[in-house]
């Protein structure tokens, strides 16, 4: 039992900030974003990405649209300059994107990050120690003055070491770590020291960065802080102030709304919240609250499933079912009343008017969702009885996903048929839309295949009837036996993900294997399924079976 916490707390101090205006104010356009799922969020994992899973998070954060990109600590991990040399020696870095690079205020620290990122058009250099009391009293035993002092000799040292590279943009950033937990009048001394050392102006730009290094006040007391240093930062036209909220009180959002309302013109994040202890501000989560209030965001969310798809094969971390805007159950509901008014706000909407269905702040469509599975049954009676039903009679077990997509079908029948569904004709409805398409419809009847080796890793030779009889034989080759088949058909299929299941035990049983796709196109994902003794023919039944299920529904 939690006992009274009043002698072992405190509340935060609040501000003296009587006038302050940002309570007022409202939002009228998006941050700067800074992606920082390189660095903050590549530390936070149980595991650390390794080059080729960087590089990839690397390429898709560009994709959707960050024009400034944390890619590392260069002086402290091997990995990171070596990531950070590829993409700078292989001009891999779009010229509208910016990287940036953080060190601490070490001499050695600082010339081996010059030494990273020397050659680079443009490039942020993210300097950072820590100013609360608890920091300087504990950690460091530094004194203000020590602590002004050491920035400016380091900020002076960085002047010196660029100077030597006038072939690159250097870009100054500085952070008073821990900014939401010091006195107001030490940071702000601080940060104007580095912005007079540095000498901050229209051909020297400079970020002054405020984190919320660990969140220990509500959101305003934060927006207050933010507003109080925008008043007195020394050259404020020539400093882009920005924020880095974390979210161990579970505001971190809320923290940033509110600091870009106080002043904030930038702010730094993860995707979907990764980070230290409770994760970084949630950069999806904001950027599309932006959105559903008419702001556009700057970020290409259009596909949010198949980001997700890349962030959670990068960083090993499932992204939660109820995960604002991409969890897989956000647009789902099972109870009967916001079903009725969900379906009732389908009805009334007009296309080119203003969204306005109840229980749905953001139409799914605009971020690549369908409208399938949002009014469903609850786990009683629809997805939850279904899959249970499903597996433990015919040994079948969905991924969640598919759940989703199958109990949308079971629903629809069920709802004609006015009664309840045996366990025998939810397998007969299962069949009939992931089994049947390989077997007698459309123009992917599967006869046989053949598969060798390949230059590309596998390639395959595979014979196919349509429904009239006519076969033909068509080849491909890929990196396994779904690449191969994708690259055969000749589809724009994308392979969102792919697992196998057996059924039943011992040698003969058969193999299953399920696949996501995805077309361009065609809002939303689906699945296939291929069922056979041998997995590798399991598997490219169970391309044919999402090719056949995409052919169906554009024809």
Request: aromatic share 8%; glycine share 6%.
């Amino acid at each position: 039992m939690l006992t009274d916490p009043s002698h072992k707390y405190r509340a935060a101090t609040p501000v003296a900030l009587p006038d302050r205006q940002w309570p007022s104010r409202t939002m009228t356009r998006a941050p700067v974003w800074l992606s920082t799922d390189l660095r903050d969020g590549n530390q936070a994992l149980f595991e650390p990405m390794n080059r080729e899973r960087k590089l990839r998070l690397f390429h898709e954060l560009v994709r959707i649209g960050f024009k400034e990109i944390e890619v590392g600590f260069p002086a402290a991990s091997r990995t990171d300059f070596d990531i950070v040399r590829q993409l700078i020696d292989e001009q891999q870095i779009p010229a509208d994107v910016t990287p940036m690079v953080m060190t601490q205020l070490r001499e050695d620290l600082i010339s081996e990050t010059v030494r990273a990122v020397a050659g680079a058009r443009q490039v942020i250099v993210h300097f950072y120690n820590a100013v609360a009391p608890a920091w300087r009293e504990i950690v460091f035993g530094m004194s203000v003055p020590q602590i002004i002092e050491m920035v400016e000799y380091h900020v002076a040292l960085f002047k010196r070491l660029t100077a030597a590279h006038p072939e690159t943009e250097w870009i100054l950033q500085y952070s008073p770590e821990t900014f939401c937990m010091a006195e107001l009048e030490v940071s702000l001394a601080v940060c104007n020291a580095a912005i007079r050392t540095w000498d901050a102006g229209p051909q020297r730009r400079m970020i002054i960065n405020l984190p919320t290094t660990v969140e220990m006040s509500t959101p305003n007391v934060f927006a207050d802080q933010i507003e109080w240093m925008d008043r007195r930062l020394e050259r404020r036209e020539h400093i882009t102030l920005s924020v880095h909220p974390h979210n161990d009180r579970g505001t971190g959002v809320a923290c940033a709304e509110q600091a870009i309302l106080a002043g904030a013109q930038r702010v730094e994040g993860c995707l979907f919240g990764n980070g230290e202890r409770s994760g970084n501000v949630d950069v999806v989560t904001l950027a599309l609250n932006l959105y559903t209030q008419g702001i556009a965001p700057g970020l290409d969310f259009s596909d949010i499933a198949a980001l997700a798809r890349v962030a959670e094969a990068c960083t090993a971390l499932p992204i939660h079912p109820r995960h604002p805007y991409v969890g897989d159950l956000v647009f789902t509901a099972f109870s009967g009343s916001h079903q009725d008014a969900i379906a009732k706000g389908f009805a009334a909407q007009q296309a080119d008017a203003p969204w306005r269905v109840p229980y749905l702040p953001i139409d799914p469509q605009d971020i690549g969702r369908t409208y399938d599975s949002i009014v469903r049954v609850n786990s009683q009676s629809g997805k939850g009885g279904i899959a249970f039903v499903l597996q433990r009679d015919s040994g079948i077990r969905m991924p969640r996903r598919m759940q989703v997509e199958f109990s949308a079908i079971v629903q629809a029948l069920a709802d004609t048929s006015e009664t309840e569904l045996s366990s025998a004709q939810i397998w007969a409805i299962f069949e009939q839309t992931y089994l049947a398409p390989t077997q007698v419809r459309s123009s992917f009847i599967y006869r046989n295949h053949r598969l060798f080796e390949h230059l590309d890793g596998q390639g395959i030779a595979l014979e196919l009837a349509d429904s009239d009889g006519a076969v033909r034989t068509i080849a491909g080759s890929g990196n396994g036996p779904i690449a191969a088949t994708v690259a055969a058909l000749g589809l724009p299929l994308r392979i969102d993900s792919f697992e196998e299941r057996s059924l039943g035990a011992g040698s003969e049983a058969a193999a299953v294997a399920i696949v996501e796709a995805a077309m361009p196109g065609v809002p939303g994902s689906r699945f296939g399924v291929g069922r056979h003794p041998n997995i590798a023919t399991a598997s490219v039944l169970a391309v044919l079976s999402v090719a056949a299920r995409f052919a169906d529904a554009t024809d």
